[in-house]
């Protein structure tokens, strides 16, 4: 499958983020990676829809709103009408409100004509996804625990992404979307593809870079 770079905008200077976004565009970027964080899911709080509906006209690149947040189905419409192109959703946060709570709010997601999403955390068993997989747009397996840039790689997550795309090819979408955010660079990248993950979120190696654009393009041969 062709893979797909997302540079995730928490490794950018927040003070610089329209030149940032353009940087990534011209770079060659596929998507752009926004990860949203609430200060009670995960310890810090990054940014929210109106920062992303102001830099939203800044580049064309479709934005990959993922949120790290308690009671995402509150979320939805602000991130939907700010233009994001597609929404994740944390499994952990939404099955402890109820058991329909993730494919309700998948649902809703879709009605908004946004694609959506379902995330798990390192610690959590694939299988969490499968009732979901076919409505997703995207299956996402966190390669950190979220909440901060420039962690290390969690290689005992790769098997799990195999497992979802076997799981995507039997239910008839063996060309899901999935992504795989964490700790990815050059040697961790090659591991995560050869696994099944076509989308690789990239921050502080991408932004860390020389030249972005070489960095990308080094991702998407390995
Ligand atoms: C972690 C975020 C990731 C992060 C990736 O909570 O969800 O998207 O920005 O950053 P790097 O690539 O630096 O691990
Ligand atoms: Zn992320």
Partial sequence: MQIKIAPSILAAD??????????????????????????????????????????????????????????????????ADAGADIITVHVEACEKISPDYLRDTLALIKSYGVKCGAVINPDVSEEKLYPVLDICDMAVVMSVFPGYGGQKFINSVLPKVTAIRKQAAKIGKPDLDIEIDGGITESTAPLAAAAGANVLVAGSYLFKAADMAAAIDGLKKL
Wanted: net charge neutral; charged share 20%; hydrophobic share 40%.
């Fill in 14 to 79: 927040f003070s610089r983020m329209g030149e940032a976004l353009i940087k990534c565009e011209k770079s060659g970027a596929d998507l752009i990676h926004c990860d949203v964080m609430d200060g009670s899911f995960v310890a810090p709080i990054t940014f929210g829809g109106q920062m992303i509906k102001n830099i939203r006209s800044v580049t064309k690149v479709p934005f990959d709103v993922h949120l790290m947040v308690e009671h995402p189905q509150t979320q939805i419409k602000f991130f």
